[in-house]
């Protein structure tokens, strides 16, 4: 059970499939003590995508599979029995409510920084939660800093060491802008494009491309 201290990362997504690119961020971002846990939390029915072309079950499933062996990173299924868009506050929401005592940092790309105020119930979500941002190809980091600085709150910048700026709000909240020293070139998309072609990608975990061919995923 997380105690005080702990800090949950919860790095949600459609996971269509997992691949190394997800892994690596997570891998990162525990390297640099940022969070103690990475929780994946697949997307059941995401409101600002399109559905995912894997069901559910084979997402967890393939997760699963990645994860093996990782004692920091773990899935969630907390969006299994989810009805309507699975909004991101509602997730959170039911994420502390099972892990009381564990402050939880929500993981999302830059691109997804700039969108925040689009988002359902947005100022909520910064209110009981602290931001992850991870930098993103071709969004610079001033337009980050701005962004959070016209974000409720009232943000202040308190310390920028090489990789990582730390803001916090005037309630105590952080948000954490996160440069990785390596990027992954790479996409679920492109990776379902190699597969849908007969080809392996080598961004995928061995027992994940083990489980798409038996399952005939892809079109595998």
């Given at each position: 059970?997380?105690?005080?201290?702990?800090k949950?990362?919860?790095?949600?997504?459609?996971f269509?499939?997992?691949?190394e690119?997800h892994?690596?961020?997570?891998?990162?971002?525990?390297?640099?003590?940022?969070?103690?846990?990475?929780?994946?939390?697949?997307?059941l029915?995401?409101?600002?995508?399109?559905?995912?072309?894997?069901?559910?079950?084979?997402?967890?499933?393939?997760?699963?599979?990645?994860l093996?062996?990782?004692?920091?990173?773990?899935?969630?299924?907390?969006?299994?029995?989810?009805?309507?868009?699975c909004?991101?506050?509602?997730?959170?929401?039911?994420?502390?409510?099972?892990?009381?005592?564990a402050?939880?940092?929500?993981?999302?790309?830059?691109?997804?920084?700039l969108d925040?105020?689009?988002?359902?119930?947005?100022?909520?979500i910064?209110?009981?939660?602290?931001?992850?941002?991870?930098?993103?190809?071709?969004?610079?980091?001033q337009?980050?800093?701005?962004?959070?600085?016209?974000?409720p709150?009232?943000?202040?910048?308190?310390?920028?060491?090489d990789?990582?700026?730390?803001?916090t709000?005037?309630?105590?909240?952080?948000?954490?802008?996160?440069a990785?020293?390596?990027?992954?070139?790479?996409?679920?998309?492109?990776?379902?494009?190699?597969?849908?072609s007969?080809?392996?990608?080598?961004?995928?975990?061995?027992?994940?491309l083990?489980?798409?061919?038996?399952?005939?995923?892809?079109?595998?």
């Amino acid at each position: 059970m997380p105690n005080k201290e702990q800090k949950i990362g919860v790095f949600g997504g459609t996971f269509d499939p997992v691949h190394e690119g997800h892994i690596g961020i997570a891998d990162q971002v525990l390297s640099k003590g940022i969070v103690d846990q990475v929780l994946f939390v697949p997307a059941l029915n995401p409101p600002h995508k399109d559905t995912a072309q894997a069901s559910y079950v084979h997402r967890v499933a393939m997760l699963e599979a990645a994860l093996s062996g990782r004692d920091k990173m773990a899935v969630s299924t907390v969006e299994r029995h989810r009805e309507g868009p699975c909004y991101t506050l509602h997730t959170l929401e039911a994420l502390q409510r099972q892990y009381p005592h564990a402050r939880l940092v929500f993981l999302m790309g830059a691109d997804s920084l700039l969108d925040l105020p689009k988002w359902y119930r947005f100022a909520k979500i910064l209110n009981h939660n602290d931001l992850l941002v991870v930098s993103r190809p071709g969004i610079k980091e001033q337009q980050c800093h701005q962004a959070i600085l016209a974000l409720p709150g009232r943000y202040a910048i308190c310390d920028h060491k090489d990789e990582l700026a730390i803001y916090t709000g005037e309630q105590g909240q952080c948000i954490y802008l996160f440069a990785p020293d390596r990027s992954w070139p790479v996409s679920s998309t492109s990776i379902r494009q190699q597969i849908a072609s007969s080809h392996d990608p080598k961004e995928l975990h061995g027992d994940v491309l083990a489980y798409i061919h038996t399952h005939h995923l892809y079109g595998a």
